[in-house]
């Protein structure tokens, strides 16, 4: 039997749906955008908003092929309908994702449809669905943020409105939400040796905790772009300093050289919207510096708009998103230490804080121990 809470239960098989959901309204709505800002002439725009979703995308693709490979060579019964040329072709035509979808809701019908609680069967089918979370965390961040910063840009600097906009800034919110959260509830119910996430109340506040932190960030980098466009050189070298740090600690996610870069440039942009623990270590001190910049420059981007462009100060938008990003910023920090002073789940195998302590080093290691720690 299963450890109490692990089980993949129904609820959980409609947690997948609906995150298939939001990932399909995300890209849908900006695909839409994006077609609908080129009929208008906004070319530029229309260009960005596309270039988001192809990134996110690609990236996925090449991470889930790599697992699918990773799998099958591993013996894994993944993937045992399809072939090397299947995989690639799946991936080249970005339908990999929606493969896995299929693949882990087909499976888990089947178990819940038998009653199948067998701990090895449980444990696999949460394997399969920490793979697809952390992918739609990459498609988040490489694609979700920085739609919600271009489409705040346009309306504030271009007052430029219309319904889709707010439809894909909502589904993009939504998205973000649903991400960080089931990625982290997965990958705890995924691996033996830590405790799960409760349900309830430190699911609400670790979701409280991510947005009110994510979103202040995206406003303030959205007001230093309505500053000068060169700040995108100064978020470069916010990024740099990220992926640099995931060189220093020595990633070891990936088994390719190669994907091991790209892995670490991803972490590198993860990292300019909120912290993540790359290598599963006590990281107390590490989150603590990395909030106090964040904040720091959150707090800046309105001050220097003012300083440096006082003709902002008339605007309709200025004093309410100086006021949103004062108080979400205290609200995500509060939300931060209540979390992790009083809700982190800890117990007789405990957790270090934001990251995992092994009690048996000599565990085999396996791609969910190395996937990032949040």
């Known amino acids: 039997m299963p450890p109490i809470g692990r089980g993949f239960t129904p609820f959980r098989w409609i947690c997948t749906i609906f995150g298939l959901i939001f990932y399909l309204g995300d890209i849908g709505s900006d695909l839409l955008l994006s077609v609908q800002y080129f009929r208008s002439g906004y070319v530029t725009w229309a260009a960005l908003t596309l270039a988001f979703v192809l990134i996110g995308s690609v990236c996925i693709q090449i991470f889930s092929y790599a697992w699918f490979k990773d799998d099958k060579n591993n013996d894994e019964d993944v993937d045992k309908g399809l072939s090397t040329s299947h995989l690639i072709g799946i991936h080249v035509l970005q339908i990999g994702i929606f493969t896995r979808y299929y693949h882990l809701l087909k499976k888990s019908f089947k178990t819940l449809r038998s009653g199948n609680t067998q701990e090895v069967e449980q444990l696999h089918l949460f394997a399969l669905a920490t793979d697809l979370s952390m992918l739609r965390m990459f498609e988040t961040f490489l694609e979700s943020v920085p739609q919600l910063i271009l489409q705040v840009y346009i309306i504030l600097e271009h007052n430029h409105r219309s319904k889709l ?3 894909s800034m909502a589904v993009s919110f939504l998205n973000i939400a649903w991400a960080t959260v089931d990625y982290r ?3 705890r119910r995924s691996l033996l040796h830590i405790n799960e996430m409760p349900c309830g109340i430190p699911t609400a506040v670790y979701l409280f905790y991510k947005i009110f932190t994510i979103t202040p960030r995206i406003l303030s980098l959205t007001l230093f772009i309505m500053l000068s466009p060169l700040s995108t050189v100064a978020m470069a070298l916010i990024w740099l300093v990220g992926t640099t740090w995931a060189v220093v600690e020595k990633t070891n996610f990936c088994i390719s050289p190669v994907l091991e870069h790209l892995y670490r440039i991803i972490v590198g942009v993860i990292l300019v919207f909120t912290f993540f623990n790359i290598k599963g270590r006590n990281t107390r001190v590490p989150m603590t510096l990395y909030y106090i ?10 001050i220097l708009l003012y300083l440096l462009k006082p003709e902002s100060e008339g605007t309709d938008y200025f004093l309410p998103i100086m006021l949103f990003i004062l108080i979400t910023n205290s609200f995500g ?8 002073s009083l809700l982190h789940p800890r117990g007789s195998v405990a957790d270090e804080i934001d990251g995992i302590e092994r009690l048996n080093q000599e565990t085999t290691s396996t791609r969910l121990d190395r996937f990032l720690q949040i």
Request: proline share 4%; hydrophobic share 45%.
């Open 165 to 167: 906009q707010y439809v």
């Open 185 to 187: 509830r997965c990958l």
């Open 293 to 302: 910049v964040s904040v720091c420059q959150n707090l800046a981007a309105p």
């Open 333 to 340: 920090l509060g939300f931060l230490g209540l979390y992790y």
